[in-house]
Nanobody
Framework: QVQLVENGGGLVQPGGSLRLSCAASGSIVNILAMAWYRQAPGKQRELVAAITGGGNTDYTDSVKGRFTISRDNAKNTVNLQMSSLKPEDTAVYYC????????WGQGTQVTVSS
């Protein structure tokens, strides 16, 4: 069973940057489309960014130009570089498969506030 562990969240001021990392316990994630999701209080979980096994990326409109998803297959990790953060980016961020889902990790809290 693949386990996913997210880290890198924190409190940041508007306009700041954070880098999230997701470590997977199995190498199968290296050939799967992976994604970052987020869930804000009182809202449904939403897809933020996705990356295919071949490295093609896609983003929800609200983060285009600000977030970059990447993967390091040697380390079984999927990363999310976030810049120009806005208060509306505040949420718990999770990684998981884009289409094939594994048990959700605990997520990492991102809070954007002055």
């Amino acid at each position: 069973q693949v386990q996913l562990v997210e880290n890198g969240g924190g409190l940041v001021q508007p306009g700041g940057s954070l880098r999230l990392s997701c470590a997977a316990s199995g190498s199968i994630v290296n050939i799967l489309a992976m994604a970052w999701y987020r869930q804000a209080p009182g809202k449904q979980r939403e897809l933020v960014a996705a990356i295919t096994g071949g490295g093609n990326t896609d983003y929800t409109d609200s983060v285009k130009g600000r977030f970059t998803i990447s993967r390091d297959n040697a380390k079984n990790t999927v990363n999310l570089q976030m810049s120009s953060l806005k208060p509306e980016d505040t949420a718990v961020y999770y990684c998981n498969g884009r289409f094939r889902r594994f048990p959700w990790g605990q997520g990492t809290q991102v809070t954007v506030s002055s």
